[in-house]
């Protein structure tokens, strides 16, 4: 599917299907649902109706109803041969994010139809409305559109032998004509978009391939590849090198397994170099291929999920794929830290003490917090690589989803100004984090009667923040984010606007946080 964006009248469109938007009106919590059609023609928005029973579509998120073209709405010079209204719930919370919702439910109630031409009406308020649709910005929705389309648009049945092709070939988004100006502003919001969303979708191929195919070794080659083609310095080095560095941390967690770690560096670089004392930014990624807890073996029940346990590596590839396009002026260096965690002969025993890059030495209590491990050494490797901001993903506990479930993911940080970058950042990616603390009251969580720190929290209460703590002590004074991504980096229920399975949470935001230190 190759998006385009067409200045257009809507209802003159000739197209198999027209995805048009609609809200509510209604307020009150018992006040009867009154949808309203985000469009001028009137003309299109009476047939709409009369084609409908009463109270038959509410408008509500992710709803569609289905009208076939009618008489009606052919003599109104609609061209379409069908309409799809596309409900974005309640008119009043409308955001760019439920924008990028209802482009994804299009697509999807497009596909289930097996219609492969849609169009999507870009949203207008009826001119006698006060709509908040003017608040949100023409190039920001023609980017949330387009993302939640491409987004919506895979479904990950790669291993599905019958496998069918029910792909949208020709997506169209149809705005009235606009001047120059907001056309121009558009279509950059909408390239944007694109550049976005094929980074997402790549990191969400990676998060989805099974142990077996993506080891250390072959998300190293990935990695690779994806640098190659767009233009990145890449280096990817294993257990040499990973000894050679002295990362005994991360070396504690490969060594349980027969398949060789991957240390993964990729290295952005403004065009005409960046000027003395910029910012360089280090991204971190948790990347374990598979994490079967080690010698602290994880029960049986749900440990297939544990494949995604790379989601915070991928996260960080899929974010410097966007950012080799998108070309922000600032420099970037992104740190891999790949390894499988196995209970080999091998492998770490509880109890063991490890002395990390940093020279930190860690009591290792449970060798299924591996995750902290490999990023501790990642993250001090960032630094001496020149990284003066930091910031890390991982899938890092399972605390992390008990305290915040599955619809927001964790947020930490020693540095105001980084964390506020990293919540504006919010507001254009439409990501949820919920931001939780990691201050230095904590810090005897972590603390070990053997060695410098241990592995886990005292006991198990916040052990979302003992996680952060444990990394907040090789960040150091240098400004870093965490993100905790456990619970959104596999959506385990499919949405109107989603399908099951990999989510590639956090690469819109990092971009973003990413570009807001572009001088
Ligand atoms: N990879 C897991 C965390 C996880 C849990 C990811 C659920 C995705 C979904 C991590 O390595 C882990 O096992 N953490 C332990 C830490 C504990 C031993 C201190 C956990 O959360 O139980
Ligand atoms: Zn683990
Ligand atoms: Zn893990």
């Given at each position: 599917?190759?998006?385009k964006?067409?200045?257009?009248?809507?209802?003159?469109?000739?197209?198999p299907?027209?995805?048009?938007?609609a809200?509510d009106?209604?307020?009150?919590r018992n006040?009867?649902?009154r949808?309203?059609?985000?469009?001028?023609?009137s003309?299109l928005?009476?047939?709409?109706?009369?084609?409908?029973g009463?109270g038959?579509?509410?408008?509500?998120?992710?709803e569609?109803a289905?009208?076939?073209?009618?008489?009606r709405l052919?003599?109104?010079?609609?061209?379409a041969?069908?309409?799809?209204?596309?409900?974005?719930g309640?008119?009043k919370d409308l955001?760019l994010?439920?924008l990028?919702?209802?482009a994804?439910?299009?697509?999807?109630?497009?596909?289930?139809?097996?219609?492969?031409?849609?169009a999507?009406?870009?949203p207008d308020?009826?001119?006698?409305?006060?709509?908040?649709?003017?608040q949100l910005?023409?190039s920001?929705?023609a980017?949330?559109?387009?993302e939640g389309?491409?987004?919506?648009?895979?479904?990950?049945?790669?291993?599905?032998?019958?496998?069918?092709?029910?792909?949208?070939?020709e997506?169209?988004?149809?705005?009235?004509?606009?001047d120059d100006?907001s056309?121009?502003?558009?279509?950059?919001?909408?390239h944007e978009g694109?550049i976005?969303?094929?980074?997402?979708n790549f990191t969400?191929?990676?998060?989805?391939?099974?142990?077996?195919?993506?080891?250390p070794?072959?998300?190293?080659?990935r990695?690779k590849?994806?640098?190659?083609?767009a233009?990145l310095?890449c280096?990817?080095?294993?257990?040499?090198?990973?000894?050679e560095?002295?990362?005994?941390a991360?070396?504690?967690?490969?060594?349980?397994?027969?398949e060789?770690?991957a240390?993964?560096?990729?290295?952005?670089?403004?065009?005409?170099?960046?000027?003395?004392?910029?910012?360089i930014?280090g991204?971190?990624g948790k990347?374990?291929?598979?994490?079967?807890g080690?010698?602290?073996?994880?029960p049986g029940?749900g440990?297939e999920?544990?494949?995604?346990?790379?989601?915070?590596a991928?996260?960080?590839i899929?974010?410097?794929h966007?950012?080799?396009?998108?070309k922000?002026?600032?420099?970037?260096?992104a740190?891999v830290?790949?390894?499988?965690?196995?209970?080999?002969?091998?492998?770490?025993k509880?109890?063991?003490?490890?002395?990390?890059?940093?020279g930190?030495?860690?009591?290792?209590?449970n060798?299924?917090?591996e995750g902290?491990?490999?990023?501790?050494?990642?993250?001090?490797?960032?630094?001496?690589?020149?990284?003066?901001?930091l910031?890390?993903a991982a899938?890092?506990?399972?605390?992390?989803?008990v305290?915040?479930?599955?619809?927001?993911?964790g947020l930490?940080s020693?540095?105001?100004?980084?964390?506020?970058?990293?919540?504006?950042?919010l507001?254009?990616?439409?990501?949820?984090?919920?931001?939780?603390?990691?201050?230095?009251?904590?810090?005897?969580n972590?603390?070990?009667?053997?060695a410098d720190?241990?592995?886990?929290?005292k006991?198990?209460?916040?052990?979302?923040?003992s996680?952060a703590?444990f990394?907040?002590?090789?960040?150091?004074?240098?400004?870093?984010v965490?993100?905790?991504?456990?619970?959104?980096?596999w959506?385990?229920?499919?949405?109107?606007?989603l399908?099951?399975?990999p989510?590639?949470?956090?690469?819109?935001?990092i971009?973003?946080?990413?570009?807001s230190?572009?001088?």
């Amino acid at each position: 599917m190759e998006p385009k964006l067409i200045f257009a009248d809507a209802s003159g469109f000739s197209t198999p299907m027209l995805a048009l938007f609609a809200v509510d009106l209604a307020t009150g919590r018992n006040e009867e649902p009154r949808p309203l059609l985000l469009t001028q023609s009137s003309d299109l928005a009476d047939a709409a109706a009369r084609a409908l029973g009463p109270g038959e579509f509410k408008a509500a998120l992710g709803e569609t109803a289905l009208i076939h073209a009618t008489d009606r709405l052919k003599s109104a010079g609609f061209q379409a041969e069908r309409l799809l209204l596309v409900g974005l719930g309640k008119a009043k919370d409308l955001s760019l994010d439920k924008l990028r919702k209802g482009a994804g439910t299009a697509v999807r109630a497009a596909k289930a139809r097996s219609v492969r031409n849609l169009a999507i009406a870009f949203p207008d308020a009826p001119i006698e409305t006060n709509l908040p649709l003017a608040q949100l910005s023409a190039s920001l929705s023609a980017r949330a559109l387009v993302e939640g389309a491409q987004l919506a648009e895979l479904d990950w049945d790669t291993y599905h032998s019958d496998r069918k092709d029910s792909n949208i070939n020709e997506l169209a988004l149809v705005s009235k004509v606009v001047d120059d100006n907001s056309a121009q502003q558009m279509q950059a919001g909408f390239h944007e978009g694109l550049i976005v969303a094929a980074a997402q979708n790549f990191t969400r191929s990676l998060v989805n391939e099974p142990g077996n195919v993506l080891t250390p070794t072959e998300l190293g080659a990935r990695a690779k590849a994806m640098c190659d083609e767009a233009g990145l310095a890449c280096e990817v080095y294993s257990t040499e090198k990973i000894r050679e560095l002295k990362m005994e941390a991360f070396w504690s967690v490969a060594k349980g397994s027969a398949e060789p770690p991957a240390l993964i560096v990729m290295t952005y670089e403004p065009s005409g170099g960046a000027p003395a004392d910029s910012p360089i930014l280090g991204l971190v990624g948790k990347g374990i291929t598979f994490d079967s807890g080690g010698i602290s073996l994880k029960p049986g029940d749900g440990m297939e999920k544990m494949k995604y346990d790379m989601a915070g590596a991928a996260a960080m590839i899929g974010a410097m794929h966007a950012i080799a396009r998108l070309k922000p002026a600032v420099k970037v260096v992104a740190v891999v830290c790949a390894a499988e965690n196995m209970p080999g002969g091998r492998a770490s025993k509880p109890g063991d003490v490890v002395t990390a890059m940093s020279g930190t030495t860690i009591e290792i209590v449970n060798t299924d917090a591996e995750g902290r491990l490999v990023l501790a050494d990642g993250l001090h490797y960032a630094k001496t690589l020149g990284a003066t901001h930091l910031i890390d993903a991982a899938t890092l506990t399972g605390a992390c989803v008990v305290a915040l479930g599955m619809l927001n993911a964790g947020l930490f940080s020693n540095d105001e100004a980084a964390c506020a970058k990293f919540v504006n950042a919010l507001a254009i990616s439409g990501e949820n984090f919920w931001r939780l603390p990691c201050t230095e009251d904590y810090r005897e969580n972590i603390s070990s009667e053997i060695a410098d720190i241990k592995n886990t929290g005292k006991n198990r209460w916040g052990g979302a923040t003992s996680a952060a703590m444990f990394l907040k002590e090789f960040a150091g004074d240098t400004p870093w984010v965490h993100l905790d991504i456990a619970g959104c980096a596999w959506n385990e229920e499919k949405k109107p606007w989603l399908p099951y399975g990999p989510s590639g949470v956090a690469v819109r935001s990092i971009v973003e946080w990413v570009r807001s230190y572009s001088v």
